[in-house]
T-cell receptor
Framework: GNSVTQMEGPVTLSEEAFLTINCTYT??????LFWYVQYPGEGLQLLLK?????DKGSNKGFEATYRKETTSFHLEKGSVQVSDSAVYFC???????????????FGQGTILTVHP | EPEVTQTPSHQVTQMGQEVILRCVPI?????FYWYRQILGQKVEFLVS????????KSEIFDDQFSVERPDGSNFTLKIRSTKLEDSAMYFC?????????FGPGTRLTVT
């Protein structure tokens, strides 16, 4: 079945540092890939997505590139802010083409804390 | 901006009791889901619902669980006889073709 593996957390950074959170996946076919973020006390929010190989998703300074050859979708940001402190989840659906009406399979989540 | 809402935010119940977790999805969405997250573990899919029936369910979603969309706006998850291991955060989500929107979750504590 499908699975997602994220780097172990928590991750603690100083403001303006570079962020990478690794994510690799196992899936049959051509999944769509997502990063969700959960701020304290809130639900999961879609941060970015990519629907086919070599696509780059981006939002709010975060980026991730769908690498089929390495089955990876690593999240990066060049300069983190205190307000980026949250839990980040990598996820996939088995539906190709960008649709998101199938079940999501999540990684275990990575807690990011950014200090001033 | 439309959002998914869930009630209650926290539910404490005794083992063996029935609980109903409630969700109000975004009004024009067609797909509905429940997920759960046991403390410190992954968010896990429970069930998806489309066109008034279950479209997919996980092995977690056994006979103790049921879902219903009783009135065209609410979407509920019922656990008939709660166990200690049902203690978790339960998330409802709804989707259009592009994105699943999640509610803030209900924290269920079974004592």
């Amino acid at each position: 079945g499908n699975s997602v593996t994220q780097m172990e957390g928590p991750v603690t950074l100083s403001e303006e540092a570079f962020l990478t959170i690794n994510c690799t996946y196992t899936a049959t076919g051509y999944p769509s890939l997502f990063w969700y973020v959960q701020y304290p006390g809130e639900g999961l929010q879609l941060l970015l997505k990519a629907t086919k190989a070599d696509d780059k998703g981006s939002n709010k300074g975060f980026e991730a590139t769908y690498r089929k050859e390495t089955t990876s979708f690593h999240l990066e940001k060049g300069s983190v802010q205190v307000s980026d402190s949250a839990v980040y989840f990598c996820a996939l659906t088995g539906n190709a083409g960008g649709t998101s009406y199938g079940k999501l399979t999540f990684g275990q989540g990575t807690i990011l804390t950014v200090h001033p | 901006e439309p959002e998914v809402t869930q009630t209650p935010s926290h539910q404490v119940t005794q083992m063996g009791q029935e609980v109903i977790l409630r969700c109000v999805p975004i009004s024009n969405h067609l797909y509905f889901y429940w997920y759960r997250q046991i403390l410190g573990q992954k968010v896990e899919f429970l069930v998806s619902f489309y066109n008034n029936e279950i479209s997919e369910k996980s092995e977690i979603f056994d006979d103790q669980f049921s879902v219903e969309r009783p009135d065209g706006s609410n979407f509920t998850l019922k656990i008939r006889s709660t166990k200690l291991e049902d203690s978790a955060m339960y998330f409802c989500a709804s989707s259009d073709w592009n994105e699943q929107y999640f509610g803030p979750g209900t924290r269920l504590t079974v004592t």
